[in-house]
Structure formats: C-alpha cells, structure tokens
C-alpha cells in the first residue's frame, strides 16, 4: 500500500516562500507509471490542483499558479517537494500530496493515493 | 483555466436519485473522456469513485455513476443513502496537459 506524508512548516510569512515535502513508501516513487502531485483546499472551500512531477522531472503546474510554483523530485530519497513563492493569506490551506496512476488498462491518470494534509497558515 | 462548474449544493431523500453537473469547455470536459470523481466526507481524504468518465473502481458502490455529454460531465447517485452526504468534486484533464476541478457540490441528505 502507497504512503504519502506531507512534511513542512505550518506557518510562513507573507511575501515568503512555503516549502513542502512529501516523503513516499510502499511503491517506487521512480517507477514510470505514475505521478506526483500537489493539490490544495483552503478551509472550506473547493480542491485546487496545483501540479505534478513524473519521475524524470517533468512538471505541469496550473496556469494560475505556475509563476510562483517550482516542483522537484529526489528519487534517492523517495520524496518529492513544492516550493510557493511570494506567498499571501491567500495560500492559507491544506495541502495534499497524492499518486497519479492509471487506474485501469488504457485509463488516463488519476490520484488513487493521498497524503493527510498539512495546514500552511501564511500569516505574520 | 478556470474552475470547472458544479452546484453548490444538491438534495434528496433515501431511496431518490440525484445528479450532480460538472461543465467545463472544450479545452477539458470536452476534449477527453478523462474525468474524474471524489467523494470527501467532512475532515477526510477525498475518495475516487468514478474515473474516465463512468468507470468504477473496485469497492466503489454500482449506486454511483457517470456520464458525460459535450462539455458537461455529471454523477448520478441512485438509491441515496445518509452515507452518500459529503462533497463531490470532478476534475478533468486539459488540453494543456494539466488538470481542473470543479467547484465542488455540497450532497445532504435529508
């Protein structure tokens, strides 16, 4: 069974930069079939898709936030991580970290697994 | 891109059917059938319950299904039950090689 686990601070300045790992076991974070992805939800509101990493390095980040959004991955360390710079209340929320695997043959790619969440509060 | 379009909020009695809308453009809904569904019960981990459009996962109740017609996507759950009250969001795949949720819909059941 695939583990993620969010790790960071939980509060950044405004204007900072939040930095988020996401530490994975259970499958390889390097294997091809996948990837890894950042996804957010301010308290009360809807999921926003943040980005995603493949194995190789490749990202796609969503166009509203893809200014400010740098995604990396260690496959050594079998973690991969966010970086949100210029950050404002706005940012305030839960951040996921999630799989992205086919779920079936021939399927597109969706998050089957997920981290819990860690609260980033963007605050002074 | 902007956030895909649902309801805020849908209501049923046990035992009815009810569907949820999820309309986008053609730059996501309706390019691909790559549109997915989670459940999120208050305070938990969103669930996957359907995938490429009408696919269920194994486990996910046959009470849940898909469809899609041009741009707009929807989830019908037949059979409501009081298990079935949490939020339910789509997300689709773009053109731009990235994804899109929806705005999520508040499911109660009354």
């Known amino acids: 069974q695939v583990q993620l686990q969010e790790s960071g601070p939980g509060l950044v300045k405004p204007s900072q930069t939040l930095s988020l790992t996401c530490t994975v076991s259970?499958?390889?974070?390097?294997?091809?079939?996948?990837?890894w992805s950042w996804i957010r939800q301010p308290a009360g509101k809807a999921l926003e898709w943040i980005g995603r990493v493949f194995p190789s390095g490749r990202t796609d980040c969503s166009p509203s936030l893809r200014s400010r959004v740098t995604l990396s991955i260690d496959t050594s360390k079998s973690h991969f991580s966010l970086e949100l710079s210029s950050v404002t209340a706005a940012d305030t929320a839960l951040y996921y970290c999630a799989r992205g695997a086919p779920i079936g043959p021939g399927s597109g790619w969706y998050e089957d697994n997920w981290g819990r969440g860690t609260l980033v509060t963007v605050s002074s | 891109q902007a956030a895909l379009t649902q309801p805020a909020s849908v209501s049923g009695s046990p035992g009815q059917s009810i569907t949820i809308s999820c309309t986008g453009t053609?730059?996501?809904?309706?390019?691909?059938?790559?549109v997915t569904w989670y459940q999120q019960h208050p305070g938990k981990v969103p669930k996957l319950i359907i995938y490429?459009?009408?696919n269920r996962p194994s486990g996910v109740s046959s009470r849940f299904s898909g469809s899609k017609s041009g741009n707009t996507a929807s989830l019908t759950i037949s059979g409501l039950q009081a298990e079935d009250e949490a939020d339910y969001y789509c997300i689709s795949y773009t053109t731009s090689s990235t994804y899109v949720f929806g705005t999520g819909t508040e499911v109660t059941v009354l």
């Open positions: 259970g499958a390889s974070i390097s294997s091809g079939s996948q990837h």
């Open positions: 053609s730059s996501d809904v309706g390019a691909y059938n790559y």
């Open positions: 490429d459009v009408f």
